[in-house]
């Protein structure tokens, strides 16, 4: 028997004992299977909502979404979401079904699901799995339950959670449920950007994300229309070996799986096609592509509803890519506090995975980074000066020297600036005298 937590087995157990058959079901059943850990528990039963309320009285429950049928019921601290057997309903605008309607046939809740290896369920009886889900996990195979048509038409979200897990799973798409999907793709248009988001998002972190996205590019293309001059676009240049959208992927393959970081890398040379020109000896150039990359992305990531502060993360990383870097106290100093910490280390990881995404990785290039990164280290080691906060003197200090309005922000900026760079100290004496020189007081 898989390794399923006892809290979770002894809620199944009690509303079988309670006489509605119950059992588990969905992500907690196939990565049993796959041994590897399981992250939520999903629990499917043919009592309605108001009985399990009833039969787990003395468990704290949340009633997170009785219409659909569903209570979170928590079992000594872990939260299982208990939903009542539902059959599938008539679909009519590729969302979700018209109605709810609960069944006490297992065999219909799990025809409703969406892959075989999502079908499967655990109950008193053991594994139960009528769509061929353990063959298809051997096979490692994603593979709809029923006509993968009808499936993907019923539910447009349905293409792209196909493919997150295939990415997720490393899993490969059955050769039906792959072609029906590149048909239905287009039909997430009918989809809510925030539940796009969520499976593109993990899509775009899950460990063969690389892979898919180079097997379906029409899927991102629908997402990010943005790229899709990108796809096959021969930069003509020694120093790539890959079109731009290729090159795009494998800069994404060689970042952490961060959700900013990736959709950065992925973006950060959409604005290349536009940018292109060629020079008398046939070699291609992209002139102040970068620019254009972040002007694209600014409306890519305002249609993924991301919050406004991962948005201006992104943009600055895109914008900034092809930042030279120079292994200097001075250079490091300025693009710490002009980025911050975290920008600062996340621009060094882009590039080198930029880099290592072309003809010849540059060696040297590399050296640069390292230097600069380990620089950068010890400087916030010796608690140098990057910040507006770290800063000797203050806004009070700038109006008391004579100072007003804009002309308080621009004269600490400069002085930071100066500071961070090491060309002043951050010095209380020193900066307020810079400051009423700076009044002509
Ligand atoms: P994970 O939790 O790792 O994302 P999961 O399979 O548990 O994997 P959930 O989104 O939690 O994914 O969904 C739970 C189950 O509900 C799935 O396993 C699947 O059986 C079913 N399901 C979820 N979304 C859909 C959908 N859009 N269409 C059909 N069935 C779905
Ligand atoms: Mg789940």
Same mark, same amino acid.
């Given at each position: 028997m898989p390794d399923f937590d006892p809290r979770a087995l002894a809620v199944v157990e009690r509303l079988n004992t309670a006489g509605f058959r119950t059992v588990l079901v969905g992500g907690c059943v196939r990565d049993s299977l796959l041994s590897i850990p399981l992250h939520d528990y999903d629990i499917a039963t043919a009592a309605l909502p108001q009985q399990v309320l009833e039969i787990c009285a003395d468990l704290r429950c949340v009633e997170t979404g009785l219409k659909h049928g569903t209570v979170t019921v928590l079992s000594g601290g872990l939260p299982l979401e208990v939903t009542t057997f539902r059959?599938?309903?008539?679909?009519?605008?590729?969302?979700?079904?018209?109605?709810?309607?609960?069944?006490?046939?297992?065999?219909?809740?799990?025809?409703?699901?969406?892959?075989?290896?999502?079908?499967?369920?655990?109950?008193?009886?053991?594994l139960i799995d009528l769509f061929g889900g353990c063959a298809d996990l051997e096979d490692r195979l994603i593979r709809c339950v029923g006509d993968p048509d009808r499936r993907f038409s019923e539910d447009a979200l349905r293409p792209l959670r196909g493919l997150r897990l295939a990415a997720q799973l490393d899993f490969s798409l059955e050769e039906h449920t792959a072609a029906a999907l590149r048909r239905h793709i287009p039909e997430l248009r009918y989809v809510a950007w925030e539940r796009i988001t969520t499976e593109f998002l993990r899509l775009l972190c899950s460990p063969a994300a690389p892979r898919v996205l180079l097997e379906f590019p029409e899927a991102v293309v629908q997402i990010l229309p943005e790229l899709a001059p990108s796809v096959g676009f021969d930069q003509r240049n020694p120093h790539h070996c890959y079109d731009v959208y290729t090159h795009s992927v494998k800069t994404l393959a060689n970042v952490p799986p961060d959700p900013a970081l990736r959709l950065a890398a992925l973006l950060h040379d959409v604005?290349?096609?536009?940018?292109?020109? /060629?020079?008398?000896?046939?070699?291609?150039?992209?002139?102040?592509?970068?620019?254009?990359?972040?002007?694209?992305?600014?409306?890519?990531?305002?249609? /993924?509803?991301?919050?406004?502060?991962?948005?201006?993360?992104?943009?600055?990383?895109?914008?900034?890519?092809? /930042?030279?870097?120079?292994?200097?106290?001075?250079?490091?100093?300025?693009?710490?506090?002009?980025?911050?910490?975290?920008?600062?280390?996340?621009?060094?990881?882009?590039?080198?995975?930029?880099?290592?995404?072309?003809?010849?990785?540059?060696?040297?290039?590399?050296?640069?980074?390292?230097?600069?990164?380990?620089?950068?280290?010890?400087?916030?080691?010796?608690?140098?000066?990057?910040?507006?906060?770290? /800063?000797?003197?203050?806004?009070?200090?700038?109006?008391?020297?004579g100072l007003h309005g804009p002309e308080i922000g621009a004269a600490l900026r400069s002085l930071l600036d100066q500071v961070a760079q090491g060309e002043l100290p951050n010095d209380r004496d020193v900066l307020l005298t810079k400051l009423s020189q700076k009044s002509g007081a």
């Open positions: 059959k599938e309903g008539d679909y009519t605008d590729h969302r979700r079904p018209d109605k709810v309607t609960f069944t006490d046939d297992l065999s219909l809740d799990l025809a409703r699901r969406d892959f075989t290896i999502n079908a499967m369920a655990w109950g008193q009886e053991g604005g290349k096609p536009p940018a292109f020109t /060629l020079d008398e000896e046939g070699i291609g150039h992209f002139y102040g592509h970068p620019k254009i990359s972040a002007m694209l992305s600014e409306k890519a990531l305002g249609r /993924l509803r991301l919050d406004k502060a991962t948005q201006e993360r992104i943009l600055t990383l895109i914008a900034r890519h092809d /930042l030279p870097v120079e292994p200097t106290r001075r250079w490091v100093g300025r693009w710490l506090s002009r980025l911050g910490e975290e920008v600062f280390f996340d621009l060094m990881a882009l590039k080198r995975a930029d880099g290592l995404a072309c003809a010849l990785p540059g060696g040297e290039r590399e050296q640069i980074r390292s230097q600069a990164e380990q620089l950068a280290r010890t400087m916030i080691a010796e608690q140098a000066c990057f910040t507006m906060k770290d /800063l000797a003197v203050n806004g009070h200090d700038a109006k008391k020297a």
